[in-house]
Nanobody
Framework: QVQLVESGGGLVQAGGSLRLSCAVS????????MGWFRQAPGKEREFVST????????YYADSVKGRFTISRDNAKNTVYLQMNSLKPEDTAVYYC?????????????????WGQGTQVTVSS
């Protein structure tokens, strides 16, 4: 069973930065494509970013492109989301997810394992 634990959320002012981390259990971390999603109150869970098992390929939602950076350290079984120039509309619970495939996807239904989420609040 794969377990994911997010950390790094918090309260930040608009224009600030946060770095989220997601620690993943298991010995086959490098075989999983990883993704970050977010869900604001009253809204559907939305795609933020995804990264291939090797870390070479990444994709971003248009709303975060140029501000967020996804990365991974396969030696540490950890994936990161560096969030810069944060806006109040970035406020949400952020979830880390793992997909048992090398193919990258942006639909949350395509991911197999999920973390518990970490709250990010951006004040104006």
């Amino acid at each position: 069973q794969v377990q994911l634990v997010e950390s790094g959320g918090g309260l930040v002012q608009a224009g600030g930065s946060l770095r989220l981390s997601c620690a993943v259990s298991g010995r086959t971390f490098g075989s999983y494509a990883m993704g970050w999603f977010r869900q604001a109150p009253g809204k559907e869970r939305e795609f933020v970013s995804t990264i291939s098992g090797t870390g070479i390929t990444t994709y971003y939602a248009d709303s975060v492109k140029g501000r967020f950076t996804i990365s991974r350290d396969n030696a540490k079984n950890t994936v990161y989301l560096q969030m810069n120039s944060l806006k109040p509309e970035d406020t949400a619970v952020y979830y880390c997810a793992a997909r048992s495939s090398v193919n990258l996807r942006s639909r949350y239904q395509d991911y197999d394992y999920w973390g518990q989420g970490t709250q990010v609040t951006v004040s104006s």
